[in-house]
T-cell receptor
Framework: SQQGEEDPQALSIQEGENATMNCSYKTSINNLQWYRQNSGRGLVHLILIRSNEREKHSGRLRVTLDTSKKSSSLLITASRAADTASYFCAPANAGGTSYGKLTFGQGTILTVHP | DGGITQSPKYLFRKEGQNVTLSCEQNLNHDAMYWYRQDPGQGLRLIYYSQIVNDFQKGDIAEGYSVSREKKESFPLTVTSAQKNPTAFYLC?????????????FGNGTRLTVT
């Protein structure tokens, strides 16, 4: 399994602003998943984008995927204080086993100030 | 509600003692995983299991042991051989039949060894 690299490491914004986080990976993927982790809690799955998709939306979340550049971005629009959390991307390798043996990088720490 | 339960939330042990962390799921998932998270770092995979009575080492299995006698349960034992056991431990599960399906996480056990 490969690890995604999130960028930036930390992001601080005001409530109402948009937040953009990026993820890069190294080898071909089947899909790429984004997760959120609130302080002291487990990870929560946010969105999955398949390798044949370029953009996906879920509520205030927008994810893009560029397989030629091996990169993805997560956009959170109209951010709220409750969006304060760490965000992780997890590239799922093409081929191999069918179950999700995912690897997680250090994540992006997002702080949204009220 | 379906989910993953990890217990206890906080665990304190003396050096040299083995300790077992509990993980139970009622999602009817076949695959289960144990991750370790250190402050400011990503998640590292310790062990995973695709099916009952079978499990595989992850990236950092040394000093840990697991069992998978029931589909619902995947306990992790941190042995005295683990050099730096103090960490946040996360259990997760996923479906096997759905390729690279998302992981569902518990809320973790914070282990402190002194």
């Amino acid at each position: 399994s490969q690890q995604g690299e999130e960028d930036p490491q930390a992001l601080s914004i005001q409530e109402g602003e948009n937040a953009t986080m990026n993820c890069s990976y190294k080898t071909s993927i089947n899909n790429l998943q984004w997760y959120r982790q609130n302080s002291g809690r487990g990870l929560v799955h946010l969105i999955l984008i398949r390798s044949n998709e370029r953009e996906k939306h879920s509520g205030r979340l927008r994810v893009t995927l560029d397989t030629s550049k091996k990169s993805s971005s997560l956009l959170i629009t109209a951010s709220r204080a409750a969006d304060t959390a760490s965000y992780f991307c997890a590239p799922a390798n093409a081929g191999g086993t069918s179950y999700g043996k995912l690897t997680f990088g250090q994540g992006t720490i997002l702080t949204v100030h009220p | 509600d379906g989910g993953i339960t990890q217990s206890p939330k906080y665990l304190f042990r003396k050096e040299g003692q083995n300790v077992t962390l509990s993980c139970e799921q009622n999602l009817n998932h076949d695959a289960m995983y144990w991750y370790r998270q250190d402050p400011g770092q990503g998640l590292r995979l310790i062990y995973y299991s695709q099916i009952v009575n079978d499990f595989q080492k992850g990236d950092i299995a040394e000093g840990y042991s697991v069992s998978r006698e029931k589909k619902e349960s995947f306990p992790l034992t941190v042995t005295s051989a683990q050099k730096n056991p103090t960490a946040f431990y996360l259990c997760a599960s996923s479906q096997v039949v759905v390729y690279n399906s998302p992981l569902h996480f518990g809320n973790g056990t914070r282990l402190t060894v002194t």
